[in-house]
């Protein structure tokens, strides 16, 4: 008997392992994905992208892309790339001064250089910077009144506008801001360095706003500080590649957002909206709450355009395994992990079904080496043994589940909070609805949470019946086994007072702030402690107590 327990607790300490070395997660990305995809040939790097903007002569994207290499390499403690790539930028510079000054070749805004009489800089100057003196200002509207572009007129109308709440008026002594950000959005447009469809909308809101549409105005003046924000920030060249990539200007109000609450992640966001040309997934994935954002972004940029737009498609955080588990999985053949990368789903059922069998063999071994005459009159009822292995399988997936991966529990923000470039007005009603909706929103963790109290109140429930069947079983007269029926019922309570206790802590521990699921979840811990009570008494105990009561009066 102790060989086979002995036996049953190997295969489950074997599948266990198993399982947690299958290279998929439940609520992450794992990191050997994004190694894998970085291995695939013909994928884009950074250093790729760098080396097409040096190409071209675009020294400010270039070497914007190549510190963000280096940056996501030290966030994730890998060694330097070694590429040569950031002497030839530095090389290309000396040798042409004035395009390392602007960041590139631009016609237009050489044009305005020429106007300035700017002299040569040895290194980038943001665009900002140059706009700071009135005469700057002045040459540059000059230039751009003689434009026959309709959106730049139309932007430059907006230089009259009183109606301002987030700047100063351009009249006042105080708006040089907002006229830098109107003249930078201007040559912007004039060098068609936004998408048509945000030019479009731009021209629309600086139509609407011209004509007194307050809404408008507001809309406008968050995308003139957008403007700003990324101005301020970059070189002319740098600046005309991030609004060409940002999408609609929407996004491009998002990501400046990003940008100044975390300035020294600058080069990551840049190379990530470059890399992607996703600015929507980019923005999204970097306003969730989570501590290894950053992290997770750059060991992503680090492997590749690739492994970017795997993190980005998913929005889950990237998964690294912990140190105890760590040896194992850099073990795990190439081959395993690009198979994993190719059919998620049939690994995830792998893994789950090596959790659940190493759960069965767990409860085996628990059952030879702990029976009592209850497990052993159990084990006669082969339905009550299979339901037995059953709980202790679903609970041993949790187990493993919530051990290998914790960030499952990990406490989500369902709302960014608010800042300084947000601008829709909110609707009442709306604001209504979504406080009524987070009571009863359904996420993963409140899934999760669900699927323990589950699980827990089935594994009283078969522990009962195998009580129940003990009792039946007895050798000894109905009135004996009415007395230990009657003693036994604090022990067919305690599934109501796993509920009530289960409801208790979720509720101090939603107050703590120590995870965040719904309200939905506390509450359903003591429904199911009452579901599953009922049950116990109304089919089972009821039914045995009225045999028992019969064959007592018979007698």
Sequence with gaps: MKILAFVSLILALVLAVAGLLVPVQFGSVPAVWLEAAGRVPGGQSLEDEAQAYLDLGKTGPARVLMEADRQARELNALPPSGSPLPLEIAAYRQEHPQLAYVGGPDPFFEQFLELIKRPKEEGPVSVNALLIPARNRAELLAFLKNSSNATVLKLLETRDLTTVTRFMPVATPTGVPLESAILTSALLAQGDDFQAETLRAIRRLAAAAVGGD???????????????????????????????????????????????????????????????????????????????????????????????????????????????????????????????????????????????????????????????????????????????????????????????????????????????????????????????????????????????????????????????????????????????????????????????????????????????????????????????????????VRPLRRKLILEAGVR
């Design 214 to 540: 307050l809404p408008s105005v507001d809309k406008l003046e968050a995308f003139y500080l957008s403007v700003l924000g990324s101005a301020a920030r970059m070189d002319w060249v740098t600046l005309a590649e991030w609004t060409t990539h940002a999408g609609t200007w929407t996004d491009l109000v998002a990501l400046t957002t990003i940008l100044r609450q975390n300035s020294d992640y600058l080069p990551l966001v840049y190379a990530a909206v470059l890399l992607s040309d996703d600015p929507q997934g980019v923005a999204n994935y970097l306003n969730q709450p989570d501590e290894t954002t950053w992290r997770d972004l750059g060991l992503a940029l680090a492997n590749g355009r690739t492994a970017l737009n795997a993190v980005l498609e998913s929005g889950r955080p990237v998964y690294r395994a912990p140190a105890w588990l760590a040896p194992l999985v850099e073990r795990v053949p190439e081959s395993c992990v690009d198979l994993a990368c190719r059919y998620p789903r049939a690994a995830l059922a792998v893994k789950l079904g090596l959790f659940f069998l190493a759960g069965f063999f767990l409860a085996m071994f628990l059952k030879r080496m702990l029976a009592g005459q209850a497990m052993r009159e159990a084990r006669r009822r082969g339905l009550l043994a299979v339901l037995v292995d059953a709980g202790l399988g679903g609970m041993l997936v949790l187990i493993l589940v919530l051990v290998s991966e914790p960030n499952l529990m990990a406490q989500p923000v369902s709302e960014p909070g608010k800042n300084f470039l947000e601008f829709e007005f909110a609707n009442p009603v709306d604001i209504i609805n979504e406080q009524a909706m987070d009571i009863t929103q359904f996420d993963q963790v409140t899934m999760l949470v669900l699927l323990i109290f589950f699980v827990m109140q089935l594994l009283i429930y078969s522990v009962c019946l195998i009580k129940l069947a003990q009792v039946r079983n007895a050798p000894v007269p109905a009135a004996m086994k009415l007395k230990l029926l009657e003693n036994e019922e604090n022990l067919f309570d305690t599934g109501l007072y796993l509920g009530l206790t289960g409801t208790i802590v979720s509720l101090l521990m939603l107050a703590m702030g120590i995870v965040q699921a719904s309200l939905v979840a506390a509450y359903a811990s003591t429904l199911f402690g009452i579901i599953f009570v009922a049950m116990l008494k109304i089919f089972n």
